[in-house]
């Protein structure tokens, strides 16, 4: 029984959370006639932007969870301000393809972050062999 009812709060957990991206990219859609693909990466900065307050900062986990949402709607806004505002007029699919290169950088950026905090040149470097020489020309 207590199975159950986590993975019902599981659920209902990952249910608000598409409801919230719902909503948003619905709202961004109705007023400003932007389809914005950004909107998830933005969210998931948010998230590691908390995460990195928490980990490398040693902020404590109210202020960082009142920090990150501030910074990242910042961050929004210039990025509106500074490369979607100049697409208001044209076709819908520059403003696809505008926020969807936004995504892909974001979420390579975070992959970027990640992979430097995981592995170490030198914790690479422990179990390595020497194969053969190679031949410097």
């Known amino acids: 029984m ?3 009812a986590l993975q019902l709060f ?4 990952n249910g608000s959370f598409y409801a919230l991206l719902s909503l948003g990219l619905a709202v961004i859609f109705g007023v400003l006639r932007v389809v914005n693909f950004a909107h998830g990466a933005l969210y998931m900065l ?3 932007a908390a995460y990195l307050l928490l980990q490398d900062f040693g902020v404590g986990f109210w ?4 920090l990150a949402p501030i910074a990242i709607g910042i961050a929004g806004m210039v990025l509106e301000r ?3 505002r100049r ?3 044209l076709d819908p699919l520059y ?9 892909l950088m974001i979420q390579d950026g975070v ?3 990640i992979r430097r905090r995981r592995s170490s040149p030198a914790r690479c470097r422990r179990g390595s062999w020497r194969i053969r020489r190679t031949a410097s020309s």
């Open 63 to 66: 202020v960082a969870l009142v």
């Open 82 to 84: 500074l490369l979607i």
């Open 46 to 48: 948010g998230a590691f």
């Open 111 to 113: 992959r970027l972050r």
């Open 10 to 13: 599981n659920g209902l957990v």
């Open 87 to 89: 697409l208001y007029g």
């Open 95 to 103: 403003n696809f393809l505008l926020t969807f290169g936004l995504t």
């Open 2 to 4: 207590e199975y159950i």
